[in-house]
């Protein structure tokens, strides 16, 4: 694919997981599903098995962001060892682009996990199982988990 055509692809791949974060929400089920709709190679299965992720896994806060968890997983759907080779070895390369993944996703935002996230975008780390906290965290991010869902995606995009 051209340089050109990719960065095409991978702008409005952006745009779609942009948006897709802002209506319904689950950062990683965003990132696959405009992964699978732009590129392919990611089941509904995949999507659904996500759902526990976000928020740090299990809305906890203290894992790794969603949007980066989606993005580890979408690589993993293109690039990852199938279970009839695990004893080919583990498969170094898809270990490799999930670490770049992971370094540029430290360096546009300051960390890895849900809750360094939310002290980037908020100031403070939020409970999300408080209906309370969690709208006004929802209002205190403003687009700033959107745009990281868009980011990975881009860059997944990008990667594959």
Not at 8 to 14: F, T, V
Not at 36 to 41: K, R, V
Not at 86 to 115: A, M, S, W, Y
Request: aromatic share 10%; proline share 1%.
């Amino acid at each position: 694919m051209k340089a050109e055509d990719k960065a095409l692809l991978s702008g409005q791949a952006y745009e779609k997981a942009f948006g897709c974060e802002l209506e319904f929400g689950c950062c990683p089920q965003c990132v696959l599903a405009t992964v699978q709709e732009y590129i392919g190679g990611v089941s509904d299965e995949t999507i659904k098995a996500s759902h526990g992720l976000s928020g740090g896994g299990g809305l906890s806060g203290a894992g790794t962001c969603g949007a980066l968890s989606g993005g580890l997983v979408a690589l993993s759907c293109k690039r990852g060892r199938e279970r009839q080779d695990f004893h080919k070895g583990k498969r170094i390369g898809n270990f490799r682009l999930g670490q770049q993944l992971v370094d540029r996703f430290r360096e546009e935002f300051g960390g890895t996990t849900c809750q360094e996230l939310q002290v980037q975008f908020t100031g403070k780390t939020w409970n999300f199982w408080d209906a309370d906290e969690y709208a006004a965290f929802d209002k205190a991010r403003e687009h700033k988990c959107a745009r990281a869902t868009a980011m990975v995606t881009r860059w997944v995009v990008e990667m594959l």
